[in-house]
């Protein structure tokens, strides 16, 4: 089991960023895949970015070049950076983590709210 905490959420102008944070305890060494998803008001929840087995990185096509995921050297905290923030990344964001004998876990969720 792994447990996953968020922060760095709020409410930023169009254009702003806001840096959120995830906090991963329990089973960690188990975890191969974290990184963030999304889910916007009647719409499914989205990949935003992950890192992946073997460090390597993937992002939703609609954050590249604005939102940059990192984590520290321990990979038990991920970053994810976000820059020139729009209306539509108005969203609660998980943080998600998986392994190959781990379940898939996610965090409770923080609110991201831009406004126009």
């Known amino acids: 089991q792994v447990q996953l905490v968020e922060s760095g959420g709020g409410l930023v102008q169009s254009g702003g960023s806001l840096r959120l944070s995830c906090v991963a305890s329990g089973s960690i060494f188990s975890i191969v895949n974290m990184g963030w998803y999304r889910q916007a008001p009647g719409k499914e929840r989205e990949l935003v970015a992950i890192?992946?087995?073997?460090?390597?990185?993937n992002y939703a096509d609609s954050v590249k070049g604005r939102f940059t995921i990192s984590r520290d050297n321990a990979k038990t905290t991920v970053y994810l950076q976000m820059n020139s923030l729009k209306p539509e990344d108005t969203a609660v964001y998980y943080c998600?983590?998986?392994?190959?004998?781990?379940?898939?876990?996610w965090g409770q969720g923080t609110q991201v709210t831009v406004s126009s």
């Open positions: 890192f992946t087995s073997g460090g390597s990185t």
């Open positions: 998600y983590a998986d392994g190959s004998r781990l379940p898939s876990s």
